[in-house]
């Protein structure tokens, strides 16, 4: 699964470097290096302008974590931070959403943990690893809205937009930190992915890869991660390893 990403790249500079139309300043996310469930994301999407009735590209923020327009209320959105790309077009609180609303959120790498045994008087923990390919990755992800009910349909306090980011089985470096891997969308396949009137199944799978082609860059990083309160450069600086999977 991905759990928790970093995210530094400034808006603007993802502006121009995805051909976005349109964007609100005031919507700007701070970086973040521990960017956890529920936390709000940058994600680009195109939707059709009401006015106009052209699809335009966008970037804003989403919560991430799914909510399925169904829902009776938002409180599962932190259990469905990921969505099995072997199966996303077959489950209810993901197929529409694959079918016609469809993001990337980008990444500079993300975090995954393997169990440390205790020894030597220590007590068991969690070490993390950051992941990366040295590289923006473009992680593919749905989107979806959520409407509560007990508001008036015209407040926008009743509106949620949340999202989700589909997995693959974990292959080569990656594979040896955690079994399941985000799934990426090349710059070449941006136009085709976001497309909301492209729904052809089988080639929507087919622009869906896995980042560097599975051959991760893998380092161990400080266990302060670990704590969803702590952000900042530090998270990435490189830690001993006490498992040996680092490059």
């Given at each position: ?47 059709v302008d009401h006015d106009t009735g052209e699809v ?42 694959f079918a016609a609303r469809r993001c990337v959120i980008?990444?500079?790498g993300y975090y995954e943990w393997r169990p440390v ?131």
């Open positions: 699964m991905c759990g928790r990403f970093v995210s530094t790249t400034e808006p603007g500079d993802l502006v121009a470097l995805l051909d976005v139309a349109r964007w609100d300043p005031t919507e700007a996310l701070a970086p973040s290096w521990n960017v956890a469930p529920t936390d709000p994301v940058p994600a680009v999407l195109e939707r335009v590209r966008q970037l804003r923020p989403l919560r991430w974590g799914l909510v399925p327009s169904w829902a009776k209320d938002r409180s599962g959105a932190a259990r469905m931070i990921n969505a099995r790309s072997e199966t996303v077009d077959q489950k209810p609180a993901f197929r529409k959403a980008p990444a500079d045994p205790a020894a030597d008087g220590r007590k068991a923990y969690k070490q993390p690893y950051y992941l990366s390919t040295g590289e923006l990755m473009l992680m593919a992800g749905l989107y979806e809205f959520w409407r509560d009910a007990s508001l008036p349909e015209d407040d926008p306090a009743a509106w949620l937009a949340t999202a989700t980011i589909l997995t693959t089985d974990a292959t080569d470096r990656a594979g040896r930190v955690h079994d399941r891997m985000p799934l990426t969308i090349a710059r070449a396949d941006l136009d085709g992915w976001l497309d909301p009137a492209h729904s052809d199944r089988a080639d929507l799978h087919h622009l869906l890869h896995r980042p560097a082609d599975g051959n991760i860059r893998v380092r161990a990083v400080p266990t302060a991660v670990n704590r969803v309160a702590e952000n900042g450069p530090r998270l990435l600086a490189e830690a001993p390893d006490p498992l040996g999977l680092a490059d």
